[in-house]
């Protein structure tokens, strides 16, 4: 079995342990431990029956929800089967100009819709520890025939671009494509959207996810905000009912789940910060600072053998780095999750360090 390019391949990391996939305890994507919530249960139960027909082509009442959640006309909202389905479409929007501006490391599922439509791509490297965008995106690669596709929070490091670091490439890129599949796990007051600008910026694009804030990737589902003219492009251009009607349903109860939100915002941040200290101090460790729900952790072990033995001996799946060829095999990405789980990682870490 290929060593997966992804988190969450919990049939390869079944295989490696020798156990089922139901007894890994898996670090390697980034999905809200606290979900999914009852609300989601019962979603599911109340429109069982909806199955029998075919999901609405417009998903119109998921767009009116989607818009009152951001303010938005519904019409400025396009629901996906997961962002990775949008992303394949901004990728054959992104293949219409000259080149598009990756900054790096980088998603890797950007390089797949890129190529898939024979994008010419422009990389940019960045500091892992003050990135700073200005320095990044020098006058050389800010041309008006140029796309720019950017992650904030950043994957892999979980920094945070803010908004006004953000805005002058508006003008700057013939189209901007900002993934925002982390920005739902920071509380309102500290978010860097942009969403509150796209009605002004026929160019700009915003990815939004609601798999991992949710915890429902199993389900897969995400919306696009941007102009209504580009979306309906999109629309013409994809398969018929790229959702289903039980993702709809379960969007439709999320997003309607404050308590929830809430719930979420209070948790992270003393569990992240929590996780953070406790793996700087394992020698040969340092987790980086970022805004999102997961660490990237600079290692002086070899991440491979870390990631293996984890897995044979403690049924653990940590996300490697060896996908984004700047990082390699010293470093690796771990998601947050609760206590008692994160203390079984760390003692796992431990154990396999000190030895």
Not at 7 to 17: D, E, F, I, K, S
Not at 74 to 101: C, D, H, K, Q, Y
Not at 160 to 181: M, N, S
Not at 207 to 228: M, N
């Amino acid at each position: 079995m290929r060593q997966p390019k992804h988190g969450g391949n919990l049939a390869w990391a079944a295989a490696v342990a020798g156990c089922p996939r139901d007894a890994i305890w898996d670090f390697s994507a980034s999905i809200n431990p606290l979900g999914p919530t009852d609300s989601t249960a019962l979603a599911i139960k109340s429109n069982l029956g909806n199955i029998r027909h075919y999901p609405d082509p417009d998903y119109s009442e998921l767009k009116q929800v989607l818009g009152r959640f951001h303010n938005l006309p519904p019409e400025f909202i396009l629901p996906g089967n997961g962002s990775a389905e949008l992303l394949t479409w901004a990728g054959r929007e992104l293949a219409e100009v000259a080149a598009t501006v990756l900054i790096t490391p980088t998603f890797g599922d950007y390089y797949r819709a890129l190529k898939a439509f024979n994008a010419k791509v422009l990389e940019f490297p960045m500091s892992l520890i003050k990135p700073n965008l200005s320095l990044i995106l020098d006058k050389k690669a800010t041309t008006k025939d140029q796309g720019l596709l950017l992650n904030n929070p950043h994957n892999p490091t979980g920094k945070l671009f803010t908004r006004d670091a953000i805005l002058p490439y508006l003008k700057e890129f013939a189209l901007v494509v900002v993934d925002e599949a982390f920005m739902d796990f920071l509380h309102p007051s500290e978010q860097q959207s942009l969403i509150d600008v796209v009605q002004e910026y026929p160019n700009l694009v915003i990815l939004r996810s609601l798999t991992k804030f949710y915890s429902i990737p199993g389900l897969r589902l995400g919306y696009a905000i941007a102009h209504p003219e580009r979306l309906q492009k999109w629309q013409n251009w994809r398969d018929p009912w790229s959702v289903n009607s039980l993702a709809v349903a379960v969007a439709i109860a999320a997003v309607e789940d404050k308590e929830f939100q809430q719930q979420t915002w209070e948790w992270l941040p003393k569990a992240k910060n929590d996780l953070f200290t406790a793996l700087a101090d394992i020698p040969g460790l340092q987790p980086l600072e970022g805004a999102a729900n997961f660490l990237l952790v600079e290692s002086r072990h070899s991440v491979s053998e870390l990631q293996h033995k984890l897995l044979k001996h403690h049924q653990i799946l940590i996300r490697d780095c060896l996908s984004f060829s700047e990082l390699g095999d010293r470093y690796f990405r771990v998601a947050v999750r609760l206590e008692s789980e994160n203390q079984r990682l760390l003692q796992g870490i431990r154990e396999i360090v000190d030895s």
